[in-house]
C-alpha cells in the first residue's frame, strides 16, 4: 500500500498570510505512460463532507479560489494557501490514486492565528 | 442541482449487519464509478470499496474484504453497501461519492453528507 504522509499535523497562519502543507507518498505517482501525478487535495470544513480543491497535483477544480496551489512530482507535494482567508479553517487531506488502495494522507488542521 | 443522499446507518452490536444506501440525483448515474469512503469519529479519511459502471469491477480494502459487499442499481440511481460482521472499528461516518475519473483510480468530485455507522453492544 501506497503511505502518504502530511506535514505538519497543524498550522495556525495570521489571515492573509500564506499556508503551506506538505505531503509525501512512499513511491512515485507519476505514471510515465502519460507524465501524470496521480494525487489529489481536499478540504474538510467541520461537521462537512471533504471537497476537492486539486487533482493531477496541480490541476484546480472548478470553483476552487486561486489562492489555493498544488505543486511537486513524484513523491513530494505541497498546497499553498497563498493569503489565508477566515472561510480556509479546515482540515486539508492529501491522497494517492495511484494504485489501489486509495489511500490519504493524515491530514493537516490549518486555523488562524 | 447534484446531489448524493446517504441513509441506513444507524447503532449495532458486534458481529451484526446493515446496509447503506446512497441516492444519487442530478447527473447521470449509471455513467459514473462510485465508492464509498468512511471516517472514524476524530480521524482521518478512508477508502472502502469503488464499483464500477455495470458492476463488472468492484475493490475494497483489505479491512473490509470478505464482509463488505458493494452494489450498485442504475435503474434506481442507487448504491449500495451491505456491512456483514460488523466490528467497533468499522463505526464511522460513510460517505458516498461520484469518481469524476472514469477509472477505479478514482478522484472524487462530488460527496454525500454521510451517514454515521455505530457499532457497539
Known amino acids: 500500500d501506497i503511505v502518504m504522509t502530511q506535514s505538519p499535523d497543524s498550522l495556525a497562519v495570521s489571515l492573509g498570510e500564506r499556508a503551506t502543507i506538505n505531503c509525501k507518498s512512499s513511491?512515485?505517482?507519476?505514471?510515465?505512460?502519460?507524465?501524470?501525478?496521480?494525487f489529489a487535495w481536499y478540504q474538510q470544513k467541520p461537521g462537512q463532507p471533504p471537497k476537492l480543491l486539486v487533482y493531477?497535483?496541480?490541476t484546480r477544480e472548478s470553483g476552487v479560489p486561486d489562492r489555493f496551489s498544488g505543486s511537486g512530482s513524484g513523491t513530494d507535494f505541497t498546497l499553498t494557501i497563498s493569503s489565508l482567508q477566515a472561510e480556509d479553517v479546515a482540515i486539508y487531506y492529501c491522497?494517492?490514486?495511484?494504485?489501489?488502495?486509495?489511500?490519504f494522507g493524515g491530514g493537516t488542521k490549518v486555523e488562524i492565528k | 442541482e447534484v446531489q448524493l443522499v446517504e441513509s441506513g446507518g444507524g447503532l449495532v452490536q458486534p458481529g451484526g449487519s446493515l446496509r447503506l444506501s446512497c441516492t444519487a440525483s442530478?447527473?447521470?448515474?449509471?455513467?459514473?464509478?462510485m465508492s464509498w469512503v468512511r471516517q472514524a469519529p476524530g480521524k482521518g479519511l478512508e477508502w472502502v470499496a469503488n464499483?464500477?459502471?455495470?458492476?463488472?469491477?468492484?475493490y475494497y480494502v483489505d479491512s473490509v474484504k470478505g464482509r463488505f459487499t458493494v452494489s450498485r442499481d442504475n435503474a434506481k440511481n442507487s448504491l449500495f453497501l451491505q456491512m456483514n460482521s460488523l466490528r467497533a472499528e468499522d463505526t464511522a461516518v460513510y460517505y458516498c461519492?461520484?469518481?469524476?475519473?472514469?477509472?477505479?483510480?478514482?478522484?472524487?468530485?462530488?460527496w454525500g453528507k454521510g451517514t454515521t455507522v455505530t457499532v457497539s453492544s
Open positions: 493531477w497535483a496541480s
Open positions: 442530478g447527473f447521470t448515474f449509471n455513467s459514473f464509478w
Open positions: 513511491q512515485s505517482l507519476l505514471y510515465n505512460s502519460n507524465n501524470k501525478d496521480y
Open positions: 491522497q494517492q490514486y495511484y494504485s489501489i488502495p486509495l489511500t
Open positions: 461519492a461520484r469518481d469524476q475519473r472514469d477509472s477505479k483510480y478514482a478522484v472524487w468530485d462530488v
Open positions: 464499483i464500477n459502471q455495470d458492476e463488472g469491477e468492484k
